[in-house]
């Protein structure tokens, strides 16, 4: 089946911070790839996404690109702000499908 | 625009009541989906729909039901709630996977 493993939470990181969250996946076919992010209180947001192998995601300062040989989408922001405190979920679809599967979610708190 | 509407926000349930969870969306989306949230279980698909008069089970739809009679609208029914349905539960509707799906605001639900 499919399923996505992320980091572990929760993270703290120092404003400025460089930030990483890890993400891999196991598909049984060829998979688009997400991360979503969960402000307080509030529903999930489409942070960016990637639908092939070597494409680039990016969106508010985050980065993250599909890679198939490792099959990892890893999140990365160069310089964290308070205001990127958040869950943020990886996720996967495959085309015909139609159905996300999640990763279980990464807290991240940033301290001024 | 607005989007995803799930209605009501907040509701408490007595054990064996039922009630109906509503999700509406204005953006003429084929594909619906339902999730709910539980603390380090990311987010799990009850049901999905892939246009009017289609649904089918995701990874947990037991004690749920749910019924598409228009491309707007897809509610959730809780047939007899049970102190294990206490969740958030979020509605997401997308024109193809590809594009990520967008998600409404949530209801919190408890079950006492």
């Known amino acids: 089946g499919n399923s996505v493993t992320q980091m572990e939470g929760p993270v703290t990181l120092s404003e400025e911070a460089f930030l990483t969250i890890n993400c891999t996946y196991t598909?049984?076919?060829?998979?688009?790839l997400f991360w979503y992010v969960q402000y307080p209180g509030e529903g999930l947001q489409l942070l960016l996404k990637?639908?092939?192998?070597?494409d680039k995601g990016s969106n508010k300062g985050f980065e993250a690109t599909y890679r198939k040989e490792t099959t990892s989408f890893h999140l990365e922001k160069g310089s964290v702000q308070v205001s990127d405190s958040a869950v943020y979920f990886c996720?996967?679809?495959?085309?015909?499908?139609?159905?996300?599967?999640f990763g279980t979610g990464t807290r991240l708190t940033i301290i001024p | 625009n607005a989007g995803v509407t799930q209605t009501p926000k907040f509701q408490v349930l007595k054990t064996g009541q039922s009630m109906t969870l509503q999700c509406a969306q204005d953006?003429?989306?084929?594909?619906m989906s339902w999730y709910r949230q539980d603390p380090g279980m990311g987010l799990r698909l009850i049901h999905y729909?892939?246009?009017?008069?289609?649904?089918d089970q995701g990874e947990v739809p037991n004690g749920y039901n749910v019924s598409r009679s228009t491309t707007e609208d897809f509610p959730l029914r809780l047939l007899s709630a049970a102190p294990s349905q206490t969740s958030v539960y979020f509605c997401?509707?997308?024109?193809?996977?590809?594009?990520?799906?967008?998600f409404g605001s949530g209801t919190r639900l408890t079950v006492v």
């Open positions: 996720a996967l679809v495959l085309f015909g499908n139609e159905k996300l599967t």
């Open positions: 598909a049984t076919g060829y998979p688009s």
């Open positions: 997401a509707s997308s024109s193809g996977g590809n594009w990520g799906y967008t």
């Open positions: 990637a639908t092939k192998a070597d």
């Open positions: 729909s892939v246009g009017a008069g289609i649904t």
């Open positions: 953006m003429n989306h084929e594909y």
